[in-house]
């Protein structure tokens, strides 16, 4: 995914903000956009106790910075800020991928998402308790 592409689908979301319960965040420094993630805020699961993860993206050079552990954080405290217990997340395949979430603790979903795993067949479906953090 190239700069454009990256700041497309953040103007996108960004835009659409107020027709869908999204929540939004970024780090931008100087104007370049260095990562993003957009939560759905509509409950999902049995009890409704998940909220979607929905993109997370770290641009590659700004990888292994802790960035993306900010912007994680940052989707933790929405989902306690709405009282959700868990996020709920269609992981990448990539190896790298994989380690980074297994190192914020994300382990396999318990409850699959079938409309993301329609979606993305080949990502891997993942959980993060949130009241364990």
């Known amino acids: 995914m190239d700069n454009e592409e990256r700041e497309q689908i953040f103007n996108d979301y960004f835009v ?11 780090i931008i ?12 805020c509509n409950p999902i699961g049995k009890g409704s106790e998940y909220i ?3 993109m997370f993206h ?9 960035i993306g552990k900010l912007l994680f954080d940052d989707a933790k405290r929405k ?19 994989q380690k980074f979430y297994e190192s914020l603790g994300c382990i ?4 699959k998402y079938l409309k993301a ?17």
């Open 16 to 26: 659409d903000l107020k027709n869908k319960n999204l929540y939004v965040s970024a």
């Open 29 to 40: 420094d100087n104007s370049e956009l260095l990562g993003f993630m957009i939560l759905n």
């Open 52 to 54: 979607e993860l929905k």
């Open 58 to 66: 770290v641009s590659q050079q700004y990888r292994n910075k802790g």
């Open 79 to 97: 989902a306690n800020e709405l009282n959700i217990p868990k996020l709920y997340l269609s992981a990448h395949s990539a190896y790298e991928t």
């Open 108 to 111: 396999d979903a318990i409850w």
């Open 117 to 133: 795993v329609e979606l993305e067949p080949w990502d891997i479906q993942m959980e993060y308790s949130v009241r364990n953090s």
